[in-house]
């Protein structure tokens, strides 16, 4: 079963516009992570924001962590056409051995 | 550094067979886990390998069984296939149990008819 939930499943957006994805879980988090799939290919790591953090940036990506509502945000600002993928937040629960929990993932497409 | 690799990236099995996926970490990484990818449930853990021995393991059945060489590279294997088990298998590696970010792979393309 999955851990989280991302809203919405998709978006669809013009390049140049910023893009917000949102993501709930359900119990408590070691830390909550966000990757990116092109095309049903790996997934490629983005950001890690640990779970006494609340806010962490890399480059145009900007993540947010409430844990005491269970939810996470990714925004990409300035979207180009490469962002078009699929976004997943993962988290990493307490002792869990640091497997990891997806959520469905958002579908994201920017169109140029 | 090269970066996760898993063969064969493409395999096509019919039901009953057998099938075996490899996985070569990143260099220096000694912690590999294996993910399963369906459009219908997702990404789901299977089993996480450390030093050659399994830490961790999601819930499938029996049929899943996976191992860890010394040099960390790992193979996962499922046997009797069901039509169930078409999917994406991804590859992860982690440099320590202690370290949270872990590196995917491409994936393996498992289709059974």
């Known amino acids: 079963s999955q851990q989280g939930e991302e809203d919405p499943q998709a978006l669809s957006i013009q390049e140049g516009e910023n893009a917000t994805m949102n993501c709930s879980y359900k119990?408590?988090?070691?830390?909550l992570q966000w990757y990116r799939q092109n095309s049903g290919r790996g997934l490629v790591h983005l950001i890690l924001i640990r779970s006494n953090e609340r806010e962490k940036h890399s480059g145009r990506l900007r993540v947010t962590l409430d844990t005491s509502k269970k939810s996470s945000s990714l925004l990409i600002t300035a979207s180009r056409a490469a962002d078009t993928a699929s976004y997943f937040c993962a988290t990493g629960l307490n002792n869990a051995g640091n497997m990891l929990t997806f959520g469905g993932g958002t579908r994201l497409m920017v169109k140029p | 550094k090269a970066g996760v690799t898993q063969t064969p990236r493409y395999l096509i099995k019919t039901r009953g067979q057998q099938v075996t996926l490899s996985c070569s970490p990143i260099?220096?990484?000694?912690?590999v886990s294996w993910y399963q990818q369906t459009p219908g449930q997702g990404l789901q853990f299977l089993f996480e390998?450390?030093?050659?021995?399994?830490?961790n393991k999601g819930n499938f059945p029996g049929r899943f069984s996976g191992r860890q060489f010394s040099n960390s590279r790992s193979e996962m294997n499922v046997s009797t296939l069901e039509l169930g088990d078409s999917a994406l298998y991804l590859c992860?590696?982690?440099?320590?149990?202690?370290?949270?970010?872990?590196?995917f792979g491409p994936g393996t393309r498992l289709t059974v008819l």
């Open positions: 119990t408590s988090i070691n830390n």
């Open positions: 390998y450390f030093s050659e021995t399994q830490r």
């Open positions: 992860a590696s982690r440099l320590a149990v202690s370290t949270d970010t872990q590196y």
């Open positions: 260099s220096g990484h000694r912690s």
